[in-house]
């Protein structure tokens, strides 16, 4: 089993660190009354989308918001929270390292020390006793199956219970910068939901611009993000090509390979969780891989933990020739 060289045994004990993010290792009423609101706004605006867009259509500013925001907040997720956070699949000059972490929060999928502790608790019991979000929960009947899909998509985000921080998440907690960024989660979701109404007020001097801009650019972005990135946790866990041995039924999902920045390439990921790159294979899109490279060129990343062709043969459990 390949785990987080961040993650530390310490029991209970907080070990003296400063509390890293709203919250404790509890969720009360109030605030899963917020996340059922965060979910159920953004998706209304998915449903109500479809008939909008056939009766009115959607302007280019519009949609280049939606897709600039969207892909902003994924390779912030996929790149900084996953891949660099979570996993040390490469190391980040400090303004790099800054970045990621704001623009990770910026997809409005909850503060970064929360996020990086649920991840790699996750992958210390994949698809056993202790993953926080398993499709296999409750068994492998149909029904079952059913329920569980729903629960790793995001049942398990209301659980009362919380990764335990101070274990899964040492490392960033005692960095001053993130353990604020974290806290400030927040203020990031407000700026990353006001960002394009007033882009779209500003180009279009109208108030009208600026509320469509927030409806594609905000609602439906944020919406959209979170359901492919919930769709890792469920889909991929569930369905999909396995090429590479790993321990659980993670599964390469083709389909979800550019909306998801990469990650839907997960057989791979979890057979080789610090790999900077998941999409190993050929014609396997892995656009977060891709913006990696750029920034180890540009020298603002380094160590990076590229595969090897060695390394991908030695994880395989089909013939050299099979492709996902």
């Given amino acids: 089993m390949t785990t987080s060289p961040d993650v530390v045994e310490v029991g209970d004990r907080t070990g003296g660190l400063p509390s890293a993010t709203l919250g404790g290792d509890s969720k009360g009423s109030v605030e899963q009354l917020a996340l059922a609101l965060f979910i159920m706004v953004p ?8 008939p909008l867009a056939w009766g009115w259509g959607v302007s280019w500013l519009d949609l280049g918001l939606l897709v600039g925001m969207y892909f902003l907040g994924c390779h912030g997720i996929t790149i900084g929270f996953h891949r660099h956070f979570t996993h040390g699949a490469f190391k980040a000059r400090r303004p790099l390292r800054i970045a990621l972490a704001v623009a990770g929060s910026l997809a409005v999928e909850g503060p970064l020390v929360r996020w990086v502790a649920d991840h790699r608790k996750h992958h210390r019991f994949s698809d056993a006793e202790g993953d926080p979000h398993s499709p296999w929960r409750y068994g492998e009947s149909v029904p079952a199956l059913l329920k569980g899909l729903w629960w790793a998509h995001m049942g398990w985000m209301f659980d009362k219970e919380r990764t335990p921080q101070h274990i899964y998440a040492p490392d960033l907690i005692k960095d001053p910068a993130l353990r604020r960024i974290s806290r400030d989660f927040l203020w990031w979701t407000l700026l990353s939901l006001a960002i394009p109404p007033l ?73 080789d969780p610090t790999s900077a790159r998941h999409g190993v294979l050929r014609g396997q899109v892995d656009s977060s891989a891709r913006v990696i490279r750029w920034c180890e060129r540009l020298g603002w990343a380094y160590d990076v933990r590229w595969p090897s062709r060695a390394r991908i043969e030695s994880r395989r459990v089909a013939a050299p020739s099979d492709t996902a």
């Fill in 43 to 50: 998706f209304l605006a998915v449903v109500a989308a479809v």
């Fill in 199 to 271: 882009v779209g007020g500003v180009v279009t001097w109208s108030w009208q611009g600026a509320a469509t801009a927030f409806f594609w650019g905000s609602l439906v972005r944020v919406a959209l993000l979170h359901h492919v990135t919930w769709s890792i946790n469920s889909i991929c866990h569930a369905v999909g090509r396995r090429p590479f041995r790993s321990r659980d039924r993670s599964g390469n999902v083709w389909w979800l390979a550019v909306l998801s920045c990469g990650e839907s390439w997960h057989n791979l990921h979890h057979a």
